[in-house]
């Protein structure tokens, strides 16, 4: 067992790191996305008749969406203490796919990385729980990583 964890639980709207030291919750954070993800709407019309439709570019929209997931990235991992022993993700989405590749970019990651696991949405109670008892016991969570 590690004297010292963070678990973090996030989607695209919110965040939460949870710091565990020798099995008791040292605190939490909550951090909101920022991340936007829409559908890029229609263009409009010419003013002459049969005249070109302007339509906005799909790969702006998915260039600042990719930016802005980015930058949510860079700040869940600028929250992690640095005397973490031990790192989980969990959560209900892609987004712990892609922090767990950011993570996985980074060459100097001091931590134990135990992967991302699929988790549903949860109240704070529930996942300040979850990640007390996965740094209790993280074997029972063994083969569910994605």
């Known amino acids: 067992m590690h004297r010292s964890g963070t678990g973090i639980w ?11 030291s020798e099995g008791k919750q040292t605190g939490m954070q909550h951090l909101r996305s920022g991340v936007e993800h829409k559908a890029v709407k229609g263009g409009t ?16 929209v998915l260039e600042k969406e990719m930016r802005d997931e980015q930058r949510y990235f860079e700040e869940i991992i600028r929250a992690i203490p640095d005397d973490t022993e031990a790192l989980v993700i969990f959560g209900p989405a892609e987004a712990k796919i892609g922090l767990k590749k950011a993570i996985e970019d980074i060459k ?31 074997e029972q969570y063994a083969g569910r990583e994605e």
């Open 10 to 20: 996030l989607d695209f709207k919110d965040a939460y790191i949870v710091n565990i």
């Open 108 to 138: 100097h990651f001091s931590p134990t990385f135990y992967g991302a696991l699929s988790a549903d949405y949860m109240t704070q109670n529930q996942i300040a729980a979850l990640f007390r008892d996965f740094f209790a016991n993280p």
């Open 45 to 60: 019309r010419s003013k002459t008749p049969w005249g070109p439709q302007y339509s906005p570019s799909d790969k702006s």
